[in-house]
């Protein structure tokens, strides 16, 4: 019973460069989060998907795309990587929860730190 | 989604009971308050959550007054290891997509 892994937990790119973060869960939630972590800031929303097949943005979805193209998986993309976004990433899932029966705690995945030079 | 306001540090001693306090003017008739603890180069924990009254269980008691806009994280007698980021959240995790915005959260540090 892993809970939630991402791969890899570190990376070096060159800007412009492409890459793939890996969000794998063995929990059958049905949503899925990223988020990014930068110094003496909280965390912000990057995508999220409440499905199998869906996505949608968050707070700051630019120079990112993501895929969920099996429930368990949750791919996030750097298409042309940028200095800004030099930062730690974190991957969640919860469980779909309808009003009033709450309980949707998130559990978090280790983190991936990606530096762009 | 409801905005979240809780205090940027603490300071404590070990030992010490630790109220952190977080304000939630705007939050709606459906939304439950999570806190989450976050240690460095960790992703953050699930501590606690509640709607209204009080909410115990092994780690900390959640205490939320009756008109719900702002919420109280105790922590009994904290160690060293305590020592973490505390995020306070509002949400409903249903109609909004689940989705949890985080704020700064409260640096709590503990000292010997």
């Known amino acids: 019973n892993a809970g939630v892994t991402q791969t890899p937990k570190f990376r070096v790119l060159k800007t412009g460069q492409s890459m793939t973060l890996l969000c794998a869960q063995d929990?059958?939630?049905?949503?899925m989060y990223w988020y990014r972590q930068d110094p003496g800031m909280g965390l912000r929303l990057i995508h999220y998907s409440v499905g199998e097949g869906t996505t949608a943005k968050g707070e700051v979805p630019d120079g990112y795309n993501v895929s969920r193209l099996k429930k368990q998986n949750f791919l996030l993309g750097l298409e042309s990587a940028a200095p800004s976004q030099t930062s730690v990433y974190f991957c969640a899932s919860s469980y779909e929860t309808g009003t009033w029966r709450g309980n949707y705690g998130y559990t978090f995945g280790s983190g991936t730190r990606l530096t762009v030079v | 989604l409801a905005k979240t306001t809780q205090p940027i540090s603490m300071d404590s001693y070990e030992g010490q009971e630790v109220n952190i306090t977080c304000s939630h003017n705007?939050?709606?008739?459906?939304?439950?308050i999570t806190w989450y603890q976050q240690f460095p180069s960790q992703g953050p924990r699930f501590i606690i959550q509640?709607?209204?009254t009080k909410v115990t269980n092994e780690v900390a008691s959640l205490f939320i007054p009756a008109d719900r806009k702002s919420s109280t994280l105790s922590l009994p007698r904290v160690s060293l290891s305590d020592t973490a980021v505390y995020y306070c959240l509002v949400g409903d995790g249903g109609n909004q997509g689940g989705k949890l915005i985080f704020g700064q959260g409260t640096e709590l540090s503990v000292k010997p």
């Open positions: 509640g709607y209204k």
């Open positions: 705007n939050i709606a008739t459906n939304d439950y």
């Open positions: 929990m059958n939630h049905e949503y």
